[in-house]
């Protein structure tokens, strides 16, 4: 098991650009892949992007792609989410997730059994 923490939100306007983090305690940190996910009230937990263990694979949900991208620095035991020209539908508690048992990458909140707390996001019109 690893015990995440996200860091990072805030609030920023449309056009700008935020940096999460998630770091990671437990030493076998990079044999898990970790995923990105996003929640904005009333609605359900959303996939965001994923990393595999390794770093070498990547996915980014069609909402964010050519916006949002994910990397890991395993030395740091810390995974980044950069996020650029923020829309105001960004605006959501963003959570990082390492999957136990490594494997393929998986998009599915169902899927990951370590969760951050999660930090806001909050994109300003």
């Known amino acids: 098991q690893v015990q995440l923490v996200e860091s990072g939100g805030g609030l920023v306007q449309a056009g700008g650009s935020l940096r999460l983090s998630c770091a990671a305690s437990?030493?076998?940190?990079?044999?898990?892949?970790v995923g990105w996910f996003r929640q904005a009230p009333g609605k359900e937990r959303e996939f965001v992007a994923v990393?595999?263990?390794?770093?070498?694979?990547?996915s980014t949900a069609d909402s964010v792609k050519g916006r949002f991208t994910i990397s890991r620095d395993n030395a740091k035991n810390t995974v980044y989410l950069q996020m650029n020209s923020l829309k105001p539908e960004d605006t959501a508690v963003y959570y990082c997730?390492?999957?136990?048992?490594?494997?393929?990458?998986?998009?599915?909140?169902?899927?990951?059994?370590?969760w951050g707390q999660g930090t806001q996001v909050t994109v300003s019109s």
């Open positions: 990393i595999s263990a390794n770093g070498y694979l990547t």
């Open positions: 437990g030493r076998t940190f990079s044999s898990y892949p």
């Open positions: 997730a390492a999957r136990s048992g490594g494997g393929l990458i998986k998009v599915a909140p169902t899927d990951y059994d370590n």
